[in-house]
Antibody
Framework: QVQLQESGPGLVKPSETLSLTCTVS????????WNWIRQPPGKGLEWIGY???????NFNPSLKSRVTISVDTSKNQFSLKLSSVSAADTAVYYC?????????????????WGQGALVTVSS | QSALTQPASVSGSPGQSITISCTGT?????????VSWYQQHPGKAPKVMIY???KRPSGVSNRFTGSKSGSTASLTISGLQAEDEADYYC??????????FGGGTKLTVL
């Protein structure tokens, strides 16, 4: 059974960089698209971006200038960095697998989710 | 990219049917059969209920059906049960390997 687990600091200061890592167990990180999705408290879901095991990425245009997603296939992990954070970036951050459906495009069919990591931006 | 438009809330009595709409544009919902629906209970991660407009993952009740007409996708839940009370989100492919979510709909089972 595939499992995803987010890890990283739960508190980040304004203007600093938020960093999270997702460890994938029970399956290989090769194949599939690996995504980050966030949810501010009491609000809806927002897609942040994805990475393929080859290193290919794409991001939500609204966040693109501040987001970096990387992958470490040797550790079966992928990571998120979000720079210049503000209180508006306070959210639960989920790492999520997109099935790809056998194609080379995102499908939005997310079959495995991490439990979510709450990151608070505050001084 | 703008979020897809969903009603903020819907409600129904046990046994009834409800439909949640998800309105996009010709840049997302209207151009791709890549619409999915997620159910989220408080404090839990979302769970996929429908993908590729109308496909149900294994284990999801056949009371959940998805459809699409033009730039509007819909999720219908028949035979409402208390356990269906949750937030529901639609998600669509937005072109160029991007995705966009709806704002979410709170379903109340009366």
């Amino acid at each position: 059974q595939v499992q995803l687990q987010e890890s990283g600091p739960g508190l980040v200061k304004p203007s600093e960089t938020l960093s999270l890592t997702c460890t994938v167990s029970g399956g290989s990180i090769s194949t599939y698209f690996w995504n980050w999705i966030r949810q501010p408290p009491g609000k809806g879901l927002e897609w942040i971006g994805y990475i393929y095991y080859t290193g290919s990425t794409n991001f939500n245009p609204s966040l693109k200038s501040r987001v970096t997603i990387s992958v470490d296939t040797s550790k079966n992990q992928f990571s998120l960095k979000l720079s210049s954070v503000s209180a508006a970036d306070t959210a639960v951050y989920y790492c999520v697998r997109d099935t790809r459906g056998g194609s080379d495009i995102l499908t939005g069919h997310f079959d495995y989710w991490g439990q979510g990591a709450l990151v608070t931006v505050s001084s | 990219q703008s979020a897809l438009t969903q009603p903020a809330s819907v409600s129904g009595s046990p046994g009834q049917s409800i439909t949640i709409s998800c309105t996009g544009t010709s840049s997302n919902v209207g151009s791709y059969n890549l619409v999915s629906w997620y159910q989220q209970h408080p404090g839990k991660a979302p769970k996929v209920m429908i993908y590729e407009v109308s496909k149900r993952p294994s284990g999801v009740s056949n009371r959940f059906t998805g459809s699409k007409s033009g730039s509007t996708a819909s999720l219908t839940i028949s035979g409402l049960q208390a356990e269906d009370e949750a937030d529901y989100y639609c998600c669509s492919y937005g072109g160029s390997n991007t995705l966009v979510f709806g704002g979410g709909t709170k379903l109340t089972v009366l």
